[in-house]
């Protein structure tokens, strides 16, 4: 047992608590106090904790209550339910409900030291995934997407609504926040399912290339074009495809894709045949598209076709429930694939996980579990082993845009304060802040150019 290892106390009854104060604190715990359920709920918010060993019976919020939202906040903190003989019962449903153990009144000091120091070597997270691939119901293939957050689940039960229809549909949200994951949950659950999942990034290829790329071209069409290729328009024929980063089309590029949705018909680079293509469409963007289009840097009428059904992804900021379950996933598959045995994470360390904003959003979380994983050498993954970095509140680079991140600047100005932030963070290393703020090299070095800080 580590000398510092922290335990919240819950009970109402200050006799009892302070009789545990003496005796924990005489083991080498760090001992924090609360009278009540919710007055232990606002801690386990505020800081860590090892252990919760709390009463189930208190007047104004039960410690089964408490467990419960504790939980749903952390679940990597284990709870040791004190309980009389007559509520034996009521702490068996506390077990059901994500409880380490219970113990009976009066304690045995033994059976309480024992129980603490098991407890202290697990951090669990049992099944959460299982039960929550199954909250939408086997009627939707979620694509291991994962959140229960009440955003995220509005938003599955929204895709489930609207993928089994042809309607065109536009993905907006940060970078590194799923865009593409939801759009193969529209695909894999609709009528297109056993046709093709095409998907291009827009802002990776040239302007000159990106037609060849939709369109396809004939041999000859220009120099090194030595045989016709087809383009995935024609390759996504009976399925869907997928447009990722669609704000970075130039506005010649946008006409063409507008006459194709319109009319479901391609032309090949330096070819005159018509090809009649049947495509179901699915855009992302990082960007807000009606503002690009009020301000004439995006198509009005392109950005309303491709708008028939709009969702957005939140950002990982605000849906932190779903950072627990995140994060075991992503240590169960980089274990795995690492030949690592990790079990788990210390709840210091989930903590921060949660505290932590994620500019790179699920990118970023899962990048940075990775990481940990590779470079660990316990068994439990801990708050030294997660390279975070937190973000400086302003920096040098734009300190009016950082300095006013709340006020009235355009979302141009917010994207370059961010970015600006982020790279200062990185040491100016590009590479590492494309990374955190989960975009290509590419993508960031084209920002930086617009800023003039290339």
Not at 224 to 239: C, N, S, T
């Amino acid at each position: 047992m580590k000398k510092d290892n922290s335990i919240l106390v819950v009970d109402d009854d200050l006799t009892h608590r302070t009789m545990l104060r003496t005796l924990l604190s005489g083991w080498g715990y760090t001992i924090v106090e609360a009278d009540d359920g919710s007055t232990a709920i606002e801690k386990v918010r505020q800081r860590p904790f090892d252990l919760i060993l709390m009463d189930i019976r208190m007047i104004k919020v039960s410690g089964l209550q408490a467990m419960m939202e504790i939980k749903a906040y952390n679940p990597a903190i284990p709870v040791v339910i004190m309980t009389a003989y007559a509520s034996v019962e009521t702490a068996l449903d506390a077990l059901k409900n994500g409880a380490y153990d219970y113990l009976t009144k009066p304690l045995d000091f033994d059976e309480l030291r024992l129980t603490l120091e098991r407890a202290m070597d697990h951090t669990r997270l049992r099944e959460e995934n299982r039960q929550l691939r199954e909250s939408i119901g086997s009627r939707f293939d979620r694509r291991n997407i994962i959140g229960r957050s009440p955003a995220m689940v509005r938003l599955l039960e929204t895709v489930a609504q609207v993928a089994p229809s042809e309607a065109t549909v536009l993905i907006t949200g940060e970078s590194g926040t799923g865009k593409e994951m939801i759009g193969g949950a529209i695909h894999f659950n609709s009528p297109r399912k056993d046709g093709p999942f095409v998907k291009i990034n827009c802002a990776a290829i040239t302007e000159t290339l990106l037609e060849s790329e939709l369109f396809g071209h004939e041999k000859g069409a220009f120099t090194g074009a030595y045989r016709r290729k087809e383009g995935r328009f024609v390759q996504a024929h009976g399925g869907t495809l997928f447009l990722d980063e669609i704000s970075e089309t130039s506005m010649a590029m946008q006409v063409k894709l507008l006459r194709v949705l319109q009319d479901m018909e391609i032309t090949r680079v330096g070819g005159e045949g018509v090809i009649k293509v049947d495509v179901r469409i699915v855009a992302a963007t990082n960007k807000d598209l009606l503002r690009l289009a009020e301000s004439g840097r995006f198509r009005e009428d392109l950005y309303y076709r491709l708008n028939v059904v709009g969702l957005t992804l939140p950002p990982l900021r605000e849906r932190k429930e779903d950072i627990p379950l995140l994060a075991q996933q992503f240590l169960q598959t980089f274990s795995e694939k690492n030949n690592k045995t990790i079990k788990g994470f210390t709840p210091q360390a989930m903590d921060r996980l949660i505290r932590h904003d994620w500019p790179g959003n699920v990118r970023e979380l899962m990048n940075a579990v990775e990481r940990s994983i590779v470079l660990s050498r316990s068994e439990y993954l801990g708050e030294e082993d997660l390279p975070l970095v937190p973000l400086e509140p302003k920096t040098e680079s734009c300190p009016q845009a950082a300095e006013n991140m709340d006020g009235d600047l355009s979302l141009d100005e917010i994207e370059k304060a961010a970015i600006m932030k982020v790279l200062d963070s990185s040491n100016g290393n590009k590479s590492e802040a494309a990374r955190r703020l989960g975009i290509t090299r590419k993508t960031l070095l084209k920002k930086l150019r617009e800023y003039g800080a290339a």
